[in-house]
T-cell receptor, first 112, second 119 residues
Framework: EAQVTQNPRYLITVTGKKLTVTCSQNMNHEYMSWYRQDPGLGLRQIYYSMNVEVTDKGDVPEGYKVSRKEKRNFPLILESPSPNQTSLYFC???????????FGPGTRLTVT | AQTVTQSQPEMSVQEAETVTLSCTYD???????LFWYKQPPSRQMILVIRQEAYKQQNATENRFSVNFQKAAKSFSLKISDSQLGDTAMYFCAFPDLEYNAGNNRKLIWGLGTSLAVNP
C-alpha cells in the first residue's frame, strides 16, 4: 500500500529534550516536506527536500533541522524543543513539487 | 505574491443535500494543478480532487466535482448527496510557481472551510 508513515503519532516532552519525528514514504517520491498546523494559521511549511541530500528552509524553519540521506526518509529534528513548538506536524511527499502531496497521519507534539 | 483565499470559514449542510465551497487564487502562470484536500476529525489530510489548469473539463470524483473558472481564478468544490462522513475541514491548494531564490518550493494553502453535515 502506498503510504507516508510518521512516528510517533503522539509525543509529550519537556523543554530542551532533543527529539526526532521520523517520516518515511514508499512511493519513490522525490519531493518531501514538513508542515506544522496551528489553529488560525493553517499549514505552514517548515522544511522541504527536492531530492536526496537537497533540503531547504520553508516558511518557519527556526528551531528545526532535517536531513535526507535516503530517498524514502525525511526525519524532523527538534534539537531543543520549546513550548511554542507545540503543534500538529505533518510530513508529505509527492512525485514533484508541482503535483499533489500525500500526507502522513500527523504527529501531535506537546512541549511542556 | 501568489495567494489562495477561502472566503467561507464555516458552512453547514443537511445530509443528502448539495453544498459548494469556494476558493479563489492568484497566479500569473498558465499551466498548473489545483487541489482540494479534506481533513476530517481524525486530522488525516486526504486528497479529494485535482484539476489540471490546461484542461477545460471540470474534474469529477464520485460525489465531488469542481467548477474551475480559469479566467476568474476560481476553483470551487461541489459536494453532492452530502454524507455525515463529509464533515471535515476542506483546504484548497496550488503549487507556488513563481519560484525565485527567495521563495520556497511548496503548495500554497487556503485557511480552510469547516463543513458540518447535519443529519
Amino acid at each position: 500500500e502506498a503510504q507516508v508513515t510518521q512516528n510517533p503519532r503522539y509525543l509529550i516532552t519537556v523543554t530542551g529534550k532533543k527529539l526526532t519525528v521520523t517520516c518515511s514514504q514508499n512511493m519513490n517520491h522525490e519531493y518531501m516536506s514538513w508542515y506544522r498546523q496551528d489553529p488560525g494559521l493553517g499549514l505552514r511549511q517548515i522544511y522541504y527536500s527536492m531530492n536526496v541530500e537537497v533540503t531547504d528552509k520553508g516558511d518557519v524553519p527556526e528551531g528545526y533541522k532535517v536531513s535526507r540521506k535516503e530517498k524514502r526518509n525525511f526525519p524532523l529534528i527538534l534539537e531543543s524543543p520549546s513550548p511554542n513548538q507545540t503543534s500538529l506536524y505533518f510530513c508529505a511527499s509527492s512525485y514533484q513539487v508541482l503535483y499533489e502531496q500525500y500526507f502522513g497521519p500527523g504527529t501531535r507534539l506537546t512541549v511542556t | 505574491a501568489q495567494t489562495v483565499t477561502q472566503s467561507q470559514p464555516e458552512m453547514s449542510v443537511q445530509e443528502a443535500e448539495t453544498v459548494t465551497l469556494s476558493c479563489t487564487y492568484d497566479t500569473s502562470e498558465n499551466n498548473y494543478y489545483l487541489f482540494w484536500y479534506k481533513q476530517p476529525p481524525s486530522r488525516q489530510m486526504i486528497l479529494v480532487i485535482r484539476q489540471e489548469a490546461y484542461k477545460q473539463q471540470n474534474a469529477t470524483e464520485n460525489r465531488f466535482s469542481v467548477n474551475f473558472q480559469k479566467a476568474a481564478k476560481s476553483f470551487s468544490l461541489k459536494i453532492s448527496d452530502s454524507q455525515l462522513g463529509d464533515t471535515a475541514m476542506y483546504f484548497c491548494a496550488f503549487p507556488d510557481l513563481e519560484y525565485n531564490a527567495g521563495n520556497n518550493r511548496k503548495l500554497i494553502w487556503g485557511l480552510g472551510t469547516s463543513l458540518a453535515v447535519n443529519p
